[in-house]
Structures are given as C-alpha cells and as structure tokens.
T-cell receptor, first 118, second 109 residues
Framework: DTGVSQNPRHKITKRGQNVTFRCDPI?????LYWYRQTLGQGPEFLTY????????KSRLLSDRFSAERPKGSFSTLEIQRTEQGDSAMYLC????????????????FGAGSRLTVL | GQNIDQPTEMTATEGAIVQINCTYQ??????LFWYQQHAGEAPTFLSY??LDGLEEKGRFSSFLSRSKGYSYLLLKELQMKDSASYLC??????????WGAGTKLIIKP
C-alpha cells in the first residue's frame, strides 16, 4: 500500500474559480477525514466519512465547500467561488475503526494539497 | 470552549533531552495523541495515551495525567532530523480530535 495519496499537491487559482482535490485513502480504511491547515496552526476539522456516508461536517464549513466519497473509496473536496481566505493546506487522513470499538483509531495523513488563491 | 495549549517554539541541542508540554480543556476525554510534522509534510503518528502514566517508544516517551489535563512528549538523544513541529491532539466526548497549534522544535548542533 502506498499510504494516503492526494492530488494535486499544489494548486494556484484566481479568486472566484472552483477547485477540486482528490484523496485516495489506504484501501482497507473505512474512515476518511478532510482537514485544513494554515501556517503555524494545527489541522482544522472539515468533514469525515465512514464508508460512503458523510457523518459530520464542521459548522465552520461554508456552503461553498462540498465533499463526496461516492463508492466508499476515494474522496473529492470541492471549493466553489474560491476566496483568498481559502488559501491553506488541505489534508486528507484515513483510519480503520470497528463499529463499537473505542480503540486508538490512529489517523494516517496524506501529504496534502496546497491551495493558493490569488 | 475547547482548548489545547502548547509552547509555540522550543530550541534544544543535538544529543540532549527536551520535554514538550501540552495542557488541554475539552468536553470529555477519549485519548491524547502526539504527531510529528516536518515542514511541508503530513503529520505522522508518534504516540497515543488514554490511561495515566508513561508510554515509551524508543527515544520518544509520552506522559498523561487526566486529572491535571496535562501531557508531555519527551525526546531523548536529540538528532537534527527531530527538528519539526510536534502536534498534541485530544479526542473529545464526541470522538472528534481537537488539535493544538503545534510546537516548533529547533535542534542546534
């Protein structure tokens, strides 16, 4: 397994354009998370999926953000009408969690997709 | 509100020992994690504590006191490659991870 893969690694776009990021998690992982990280800060939770179901979405996430995981494997994060404040590193992470288990559920992160909005 | 506090930056010497502290105030507690993040790279898992006490893994150890809302990461025999940010994260009662801003560790020869 090659770990968690994210594409593209870098994206520069003009304000108002739409962008889409893709995440391919570790194949046996059933949970997939999206985070946003800016310089000098920890990751900020955006949303997560268990298989194909989107179970939680941050209240901080505007309607311009949408995520999908149509077949419970890869996921996409789309940002519509980008703003300069959207410039950040977008991190994807995956994990395996048994239902009813309270184990560690360690997240494995991808290398991230860096977005710059001009 | 929920809060994780870590020092912003620390400096240490190659071969020495450094302790990075983390204090937290969260809605419930279901485990504390330490991750290492090199500049421009993904965070990588270092340790997990859910019970009080010390967990040792080679040069790295992590300690937890739930009653004090406190943890530390201890790094021994520091190497230049240990220069990175160290992120503390707590899983709350909703099983959400609350992240600190990270501690940037600078190792000098």
């Amino acid at each position: 397994d090659t770990g968690v893969s994210q594409n593209p690694r870098h994206k520069i776009t003009k304000r108002g354009q739409n962008v889409t990021f893709r995440c391919d998690p570790i194949s046996e992982h059933n949970r997939l998370y999206w985070y946003r990280q800016t310089l000098g800060q920890g990751p900020e939770f955006l949303t997560y999926f268990q298989n194909e179901a989107q179970l939680e979405k941050s209240r901080l996430l505007s309607d311009r953000f949408s995520a999908e995981r149509p077949k419970g494997s890869f996921s996409t994060l789309e940002i519509q009408r980008t703003e300069q404040g959207d410039s950040a590193m977008y991190l994807c992470a995956s994990s395996y969690q048994d239902s009813g288990s309270s184990g560690a559920n360690v997240l494995t992160f991808g290398a991230g997709s860096r977005l710059t909005v001009l | 509100g929920q809060n994780i506090d870590q020092p912003t930056e620390m400096t240490a010497t190659e071969g020495a020992i450094v302790q990075i502290n983390c204090t937290y105030q969260t809605s419930g507690f279901n485990g504390l994690f330490w991750y290492q993040q090199h500049a421009g790279e993904a965070p990588t898992f270092l340790s997990y504590n859910v019970l009080d006490g010390l967990e040792e893994k080679g040069r790295f150890s992590s300690f937890l006191s739930r009653s004090k809302g406190y943890s530390y990461l201890l790094l021994k025999e520091l190497q230049m490659k240990d220069s990175a940010s160290y992120l503390c994260a707590v899983r709350d009662s909703n099983y959400q991870l609350i992240w600190g801003a990270g501690t940037k560790l600078i190792i000098k020869p």
